[in-house]
């Protein structure tokens, strides 16, 4: 990852997906671009990787042709990376509000579902009682 941002054929190569998929995905909403002037697409790299994996063996020789003797590429590659790491810890933080969100919503309706059962209980054993007051009311008792 030595660059920030992707052309459509360097994005391709990146994820050993075809160009018209990419395009199609870009098309969809699946992946965020910006589209210049000429037509081209500016992909960024921390969006090209959430939507796609890395393909493995570009991988393996990039990481085998990074030196030391360019420290502006190690840099520009620590930065993807950090910007990478905080937009999945952002991820999971929002996952984990949304699941603590559900897990509220659930137990709201099984309270609510408990209450509402304990109303539909039978109600039986009050009636002697009704049917005493109401007698003693109407004299029969």
């Known amino acids: 990852m030595k660059q920030t941002?992707?052309?459509?054929?360097?994005?391709s190569i990146e994820t050993g997906k075809s160009k018209p998929t990419i395009s199609r995905d870009i098309k969809k909403g699946k992946l965020s671009a910006e589209k210049l002037t000429n037509g081209s697409y500016k992909i960024q790299a921390i969006e090209l990787f959430r939507v796609y994996d890395k393909k493995e063996s570009e991988t393996v020789l990039k990481s085998n042709n990074v030196t030391n003797d360019n420290p502006y590429e190690t840099s520009n590659e620590i930065e993807m990376l950090r910007q990478e790491l905080n937009f999945k810890k952002q991820t999971i933080s929002s996952l984990e509000k949304q699941l603590e969100k559900t897990e509220n919503s659930c137990d709201n309706w099984r309270n609510q579902a408990e209450r509402i059962s304990l109303l539909l209980t039978d109600q039986t054993e009050q009636s002697p009682k009704i049917l005493s007051w109401f007698d003693k009311l109407t004299g029969r008792a």
């Not at 941002?5 to 994005?11: D, I, P, R, V």
């Open 5 to 11: 941002y992707f052309t459509l054929g360097q994005a």
